[in-house]
T-cell receptor, first 115, second 113 residues
Framework: QKEVEQNSGPLSVPEGAIASLNCTYS??????FFWYRQYSGKSPELIMF????GDKEDGRFTAQLNKASQYVSLLIRDSQPSDSATYLC???????????????FGKGTKLSVKP | KAGVTQTPRYLIKTRGQQVTLSCSPI?????VSWYQQTPGQGLQFLFE???????NKGNFPGRFSGRQFSNSRSEMNVSTLELGDSALYLC????????????FGPGTRLTVT
């Protein structure tokens, strides 16, 4: 069973700080990595994806990928109370599906940004 | 482009009944995946449909089934409902499935009493 591991949190940061969310994965063949944000009672929303080693920036969000260490992270700069949500890491299943589906999701890290 | 739509948004059923949920993917997307989400369990994969064919299936009992139509719309059915089936059911649309990104619909909140 392939796994994606995330610290469940809650991760609490003050408004304006940098929030750092981490994710490790077991499938060494994975090539696509995604971050989803899920507000309480809502469905997951895709906010970032990364395919290559290194950093990818989009506004206040930066995704970092290290395939050798099987590690992907999401940095949120200038955190706002509206960023308070659960962040799900997802990794493609290199075997293209099977009983776990195409994307394997972590259970999420709950982020709380305090005003 | 319009996003993924799911109907109904909320549903209350009694044990033993059956239910059908519907999903319309993003226009042009051919892959539809279904997930069950419950507190503490995270997202659990149910099945994926691509071009009207079930391509992958999760570890759920046969009471859970689905199908996809030629216009890529998908339905999932749960027969003989159990209390443990109470969950948020999410449909995700993808251009091709596989390693491509998935976009989620708003979900159907099913409560079984």
């Amino acid at each position: 069973q392939k796994e994606v591991e995330q610290n469940s949190g809650p991760l609490s940061v003050p408004e304006g700080a940098i929030a750092s969310l981490n994710c490790t994965y077991s499938d060494r063949g994975s090539q696509s990595f995604f971050w989803y944000r899920q507000y309480s009672g809502k469905s997951p929303e895709l906010i970032m994806f990364i395919y290559s080693n290194g950093d990818k920036e989009d506004g206040r969000f930066t995704a970092q990928l290290n395939k050798a260490s099987q590690y992907v992270s999401l940095l949120i700069r200038d955190s706002q109370p509206s960023d308070s949500a659960t962040y799900l890491c997802a990794v493609n299943n290199a075997n293209y599906g099977g009983s776990q589906g195409n994307l394997i999701f972590g259970k999420g890290t709950k982020l709380s940004v305090k005003p | 482009k319009a996003g993924v739509t799911q109907t109904p948004r909320y549903l209350i059923k009694t044990r033993g009944q059956q239910v059908t949920l519907s999903c319309s993917p993003i226009s042009g997307h051919r892959s539809v995946s279904w997930y069950q989400q419950t507190p503490g369990q995270g997202l659990q994969f149910l099945f994926e449909y691509f071009s009207e064919t079930q391509r992958n299936k999760g570890n759920f009992p046969g009471r859970f089934s689905g199908r996809q139509f030629s216009n890529s719309r998908s339905e999932m059915n749960v027969s003989t409902l159990e209390l443990g089936d109470s969950a948020l059911y999410l449909c995700a649309s993808s251009p091709q499935g596989g390693s491509y990104e998935q976009y989620f619909g708003p979900g159907t909140r099913l409560t079984v009493t």
